[in-house]
């Protein structure tokens, strides 16, 4: 499974948690989870899928934190965690420049985000188009920044 580029096990009443060895497919570009009965934590481990861009863990029972780990995802564009029991804060994701689709509706999540000042010479900008935010907790200082060309 080293060379796996796809792992989609959608609805199909998978139980338990997520096995941390998901983590050691380096070549996964996509993972979907969804519509499962999943409980349990994301792995930290999930931190190693350098290559991933699309991560679907939506409608399952996963609890705790977004892993502080999913910051290197570099290449991911799309995370949907919507309909889950996940608390914390969203602030782990600021790093993935490359994520343009995030759902975190349904949760029990702080989402913030902080003004950040750009200066003339920065050329790498996040890419985030989609923010879903709908009944997660609380949500403070949320800003829209467009910076277009």
């Known amino acids: 499974m080293g060379n796996l580029d796809t792992l989609d096990l959608s609805d199909n009443k998978i139980s338990g948690s997520i096995p941390s060895p998901l983590g050691d497919l380096e070549h996964l570009l996509k993972l979907n989870l969804s519509q499962n009965y999943i409980g349990g934590f994301i792995p930290a481990e999930f931190g190693n899928l350098r290559s991933i861009a699309d ?54 999540l702080l989402v913030t985000f902080l003004q950040v000042t750009i200066s003339p010479d920065f050329h790498q900008t996040a890419l985030l188009e989609t923010l879903t935010y709908a009944d997660i907790g609380v949500a403070q200082h949320v800003i829209i920044l467009i910076l277009q060309n």
Not at 72 to 96: A, P, T
Request: glycine share 6%; net charge negative.
């Open 55 to 108: 991560i679907d863990l939506s409608a399952n029972q996963i609890s705790g934190i977004i892993p502080q780990e999913f910051g290197q995802l570099q290449n991911l564009f799309s995370l949907r965690l919507e309909h889950n029991h996940l608390s914390g804060d969203v602030m782990s994701l600021m790093n993935c420049l490359s994520l343009a689709i995030l759902n975190v509706s349904y949760n029990n």
